[in-house]
DNA sequence: CTGTATCCTGTAAGATACTG
DNA sequence: CAGTATCTTACAGGATACAG
């Protein structure tokens, strides 16, 4: 029995899960732009912060720790007085790079056409 | 006066600037499926709804309607009887389709990961 | 078939104040 | 410096009923 019909249902619901499944990781107003951030290299708490326009302590720390939770980022304190922790994209944290770059890329194009449409 | 530091404050705005143009765009929990279903050939409403497993007729419609706005969706209305509907990527939705493929790329090659893991 | 109108709820996310 | 605790609010999104 061959495996006709890639368009079936079932190859369908693998892309709609597969999406769900990228975009449940990376829901929310800030991750993407965290990842986007580490992507450049390892930032201390208020260096995100300060690099981040707009975001505030309680939604970094909570979104820091859901990627953590994830795998994609890495955590570090030092012990240092006072103390400093640093943040940087594991090696499956870079693995998102790819996706970042299309939708920085889509972006950007997107902005041009607007200014030139008007 | 060189350009040097391409990690200025500048650029990263216009990275940030454009993750969020871009999630603007498509944010919510299920344009991206929308975008999706459609890459795969144009869709009346209720081929949509039946396709894209949990929507309801009020997010799909509102969600399509904002797809249309921002030029991604052509809507076009066929005087059959009862009248159909038939939804389908413009040329600028299609320039998602790189987007979308890394989106589901990944999503695929987690799943996979989390299997192999358990 | 293709939607809209209402009503309802959970939760994302901001503001502020505080702590080791 | 690096967060947590608490309070509040707006809005995304679901259920249901109805309409052209």
């Known amino acids: 029995m061959l495996k006709k019909l890639e368009n079936s249902k079932e190859a369908c619901d693998i892309h709609h899960r597969a999406i769900r499944d990228t975009m449940d990781i990376l ?5 993407l732009q965290i990842v986007g951030s580490l992507s450049l290299g390892k930032k201390h708490f208020g260096g995100l912060m300060a690099h981040i326009d707009g975001i505030g302590a309680k939604m970094l720390s909570k979104e820091l720790q859901d990627l953590e939770l994830n795998g994609l980022v890495k955590r ?9 922790v640093e943040y940087e994209l594991t090696s499956y944290g870079n693995s998102l790079q790819p996706l970042v770059d299309e939708i920085v890329a889509w972006g950007m194009q997107h902005r041009r056409k607007l200014r030139d449409k008007d």
């Open 76 to 84: 570090t304190v030092y012990n240092t007085k006072p103390i400093t």
């Open 27 to 31: 829901s929310g107003k800030w991750k």
